[in-house]
């Protein structure tokens, strides 16, 4: 997943602590669905699928602390959204979308640059699984339909992972 972020800050002068709102923009997609559809005959392939990004936001607000103007760690919740598209030849025009909606917690270790601004920021992150929207549309013999459904519980409940940033403050 990819993220653009946008941070409000409030600290007061010389303080090692500081905190804020931030807000940003998640591109996310799957690589490598688990399909398993069964029609006449044999399961389809996967390769009649293709995924595709679909943007997605996060906010929340974060700590920060700094061990000196280059070296600190900031710790972060989040309500993130996530998710993919998924589109099929095996019907004009048909797409999955799918959402996940997370709360996240990252705990990052971050390095600024001295004299620049430019930061470059990474660690784990905890990620608990609140809720997904999937909606189908598509169209079959000149006729459309929109099917929203939530409540699958596609992802699982916990998720660790890693995140990689950087930035210009």
């Given at each position: 997943?990819?993220?653009?972020?946008?941070?409000?800050?409030?600290?007061?002068?010389?303080?090692?602590?500081?905190?804020?709102?931030?807000?940003?923009?998640?591109?996310?997609?799957?690589?490598?669905?688990?399909l398993i559809i069964?029609?006449?005959?044999?399961?389809?392939?996967?390769?009649?699928?293709?995924?595709?990004?679909?943007?997605?936001?996060?906010?929340?607000?974060?700590?920060?602390?700094?061990?000196?103007?280059?070296?600190?760690?900031?710790?972060?919740?989040?309500?993130?959204?996530?998710?993919?598209?998924?589109?099929?030849?095996?019907?004009?025009?048909?797409?999955?979308?799918?959402?996940?909606?997370?709360?996240?917690?990252?705990?990052?270790?971050?390095?600024?640059?001295?004299?620049?601004?430019?930061?470059?920021?990474?660690?784990?992150?905890?990620?608990?699984?609140?809720?997904?929207?999937?909606?189908?549309?598509?169209?079959?013999?000149d006729r459309s339909?929109?099917?929203?459904?939530?409540?699958?519980?596609?992802?699982?409940?916990?998720?660790?992972?890693?995140?990689?940033?950087?930035?210009?403050?």
């Amino acid at each position: 997943a990819c993220a653009i972020a946008l941070g409000l800050t409030h600290a007061q002068a010389q303080s090692p602590f500081s905190f804020g709102v931030k807000a940003g923009v998640n591109f996310s997609t799957i690589s490598r669905p688990n399909l398993i559809i069964h029609g006449p005959g044999d399961g389809l392939e996967t390769d009649q699928f293709k995924m595709k990004f679909i943007p997605g936001y996060h906010l929340g607000l974060y700590g920060r602390y700094n061990f000196s103007p280059a070296v600190g760690v900031q710790a972060e919740v989040l309500y993130s959204i996530a998710g993919y598209k998924v589109t099929t030849t095996l019907l004009n025009g048909t797409y999955i979308r799918t959402q996940l909606y997370y709360l996240n917690v990252p705990v990052l270790f971050r390095y600024t640059l001295p004299n620049s601004g430019l930061y470059a920021e990474l660690g784990p992150q905890a990620g608990l699984f609140l809720k997904d929207n999937i909606t189908v549309t598509g169209s079959l013999d000149d006729r459309s339909s929109d099917i929203t459904k939530g409540g699958s519980k596609q992802a699982a409940p916990f998720d660790l992972s890693g995140v990689v940033g950087s930035g210009y403050r």
